[in-house]
């Protein structure tokens, strides 16, 4: 019933293009307040979508109702073909093997040094030996881009930047064929935020992981988002190319926008190209 990737359309040449998160009227309230109101979205395997909206808009909690975190009050979540809500426990917890996911300040253990930190979803879903887990957790650091003798810091003795690395790799320690990152580059400095999204750039195209990232960076949107969501008043009010987006007539859109000159802005297929961040 639930189990199984939803297959919903061909990409033209007989390849089935899969969809890995899929929302249908995803309706959330707290109290009074209506967060989430009959929201839809899509999010087929390979892309890379940035999800944006005003502060408050419901993006988190909307990672969270995908991730099974948070109950939405209706609709429908289903997370590599699974429904989130209403799958048996069991179906549930194969799902939980699947995807990382990367929580705002990275919410690292921070009694355990990293090492321990990305060996514990390891240690927690799979029955390997010790030596094994060693190995696999020496090759999440190295793959997020630190070097080994982090392993044996706690993360207060990390620089911001690699404790966010720490977190990516704690979120890659199973393999995941999902990311969700929730404002993975706030708080860096933009050389090291740049840093970040050409990791997050590398694990979509070289190695074929979704990625949906929120993010209030438009330096992450203008160098490595394909795709780019707008939440407001609940649904999306935009989806597409970001040169599509940009161009949407929404005071929202426009005035986020605005603070930049977007005919400079590189290509996104250009994640190198240098880029300028103006204003404050
Ligand atoms: N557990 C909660 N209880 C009550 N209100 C909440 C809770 N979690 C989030 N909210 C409210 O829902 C709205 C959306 O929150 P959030 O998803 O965190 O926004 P953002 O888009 O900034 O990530 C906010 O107004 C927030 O105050
Ligand atoms: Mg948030």
Do not use: C
């Not at 048996?88 to 995807?99: D, G, N």
């Not at 993360?155 to 890659?172: D, E, F, T, V, W």
Request: hydrophobic share 45%; glycine share 10%; aromatic share 4%.
């Amino acid at each position: 019933m639930s189990a199984g990737p939803v297959v919903t359309v061909g990409d033209g040449d007989g390849a089935p293009i899969e969809t890995v998160v899929e929302l249908r009227g995803v309706t959330t309230r707290f109290g009074s307040q209506v967060v989430h109101d009959g929201l839809d979205l899509d999010v087929r395997r390979g892309d890379l979508v940035a999800l944006i909206g005003g502060s408050g808009s419901g993006k988190s909690v909307l990672l969270r109702e995908i991730i099974g975190l948070h109950r939405p009050d209706a609709g429908e979540v289903r997370l590599l073909g699974t429904d989130v809500w209403r799958a048996p426990q069991a179906a549930l917890a194969a799902v939980r093997r699947r995807f990382g996911m990367m929580f705002q300040e990275g919410a690292l253990f921070s009694s355990l040094d990293v090492a321990t930190n990305v060996a514990t979803p390891l240690r927690e879903h799979l029955d390997l030996p010790e030596a094994i887990v060693d190995q696999l957790v020496q090759l999440r650091l190295a793959l997020a881009g630190l070097p080994p003798d982090a392993g044996a810091k706690l993360p207060s003795q990390l620089s911001g930047g690699m404790r966010k690395r720490a977190a990516i790799a704690r979120a890659l320690a199973l393999e995941p064929e999902v990311l969700f990152l929730d404002e993975p580059t706030s708080g860096l400095d933009p050389i090291t935020a740049r840093a970040f999204d050409a990791l997050l750039a590398f694990l979509n195209r070289d190695l074929g992981i979704t990625v949906l990232v929120v993010t209030h960076d438009l330096d992450t949107l203008f160098g490595i988002a394909r795709r780019v969501v707008v939440l407001g008043r609940g649904r999306v009010i935009a989806d597409g190319s970001l040169d599509e987006v940009v161009r949407v007539d929404d005071p929202w859109i426009q005035s986020y926008f605005s603070s930049r000159a977007t005919s400079a802005a590189p290509s996104p297929s250009d994640p190198a190209a240098p880029v300028k961040r103006d204003g404050a």
